[in-house]
T-cell receptor, first 115, second 115 residues
Framework: AQSVTQLGSHVSVSEGALVLLRCNYS??????LFWYVQYPNQGLQLLLKYTSAATLVKGINGFEAEFKKSETSFHLTKPSAHMSDAAEYFC?????????????FGSGTRLQVQP | DAGVTQSPTHLIKTRGQQVTLRCSPK?????VSWYQQALGQGPQFIFQYYEEEERQRGNFPDRFSGHQFPNYSSELNVNALLLGDSALYLC??????????????FGPGTRLTVL
């Protein structure tokens, strides 16, 4: 069984400030981890993914995330927020090595960027 | 290159009716997954199709069924609709040959409202 917890359903930052969105996971097998972004009335777009290579993963639009096994975390960061980053962000986990590809999502974090 | 497409965009049904949603995968992809996203929540996995067979299923009742066609497109059918079935239904496609790390690409979704 696997699960994802995203701490903070809403996060507000000022334009140019650091963005930190938290994700903790639980998995009985080695996980693959993903961050997706959803803009209003749209589907999900992949930001980045961890698949057991480098623990620091760089994604699109300046985002990156670090896999920390000891903390079971995969927090998403961006050094400087832009107005266009305002959206809903979802962390997801799938099972590595088992062939089960279903994604289990967290409940999401809505990011607001203040001018 | 067309991405994942879904139809219709919006749909309104009444309780007890049946509905069919359609998905065309991204070019070159052979696997289709369906997710239900209730308002304010993360997507939940319904099932996944590969080679015209259901390969994995989430915790959804038998009222939810699907089909995959030889051209890899897919349908999601929901019978005996309940008010609680109101949600955004997302289709995601991927390439099985890409291995366990293959990325799921999401369509824009179908918004189903049950009255």
């Amino acid at each position: 069984a696997q699960s994802v917890t995203q701490l903070g359903s809403h996060v507000s930052v000022s334009e140019g400030a650091l963005v930190l969105l938290r994700c903790n996971y639980s998995s009985s097998v080695p996980p693959y981890l993903f961050w997706y972004v959803q803009y209003p009335n749209q589907g999900l777009q992949l930001l980045l993914k961890y698949t057991s290579a480098a623990t620091l993963v760089k994604g699109i639009n300046g985002f990156e995330a670090e896999f920390k096994k000891s903390e079971t975390s995969f927090h998403l960061t961006k050094p400087s927020a832009h107005m266009s980053d305002a959206a809903e962000y979802f962390c997801a986990v799938s099972e590595a090595d088992t062939g089960r590809r279903a994604l289990t999502f967290g409940s999401g974090t809505r990011l607001q960027v203040q001018p | 290159d067309a991405g994942v497409t879904q139809s219709p965009t919006h749909l309104i049904k009444t309780r007890g009716q049946q509905v069919t949603l359609r998905c065309s995968p991204k070019s070159g992809h052979d696997t289709v997954s369906w997710y239900q996203q209730a308002l304010g929540q993360g997507p939940q996995f319904i099932f996944q199709y590969y080679e015209e067979e259901e390969r994995q299923r989430g915790n959804f009742p038998d009222r939810f069924s699907g089909h995959q066609f030889p051209n890899y497109s897919s349908e999601l059918n929901v019978n005996a609709l309940l008010l609680g079935d109101s949600a955004l239904y997302l289709c995601a496609s991927s390439q099985l040959a890409g291995g366990l790390t293959d990325t799921q690409y999401f369509g824009p979704g179908t918004r189903l409202t049950v009255l």
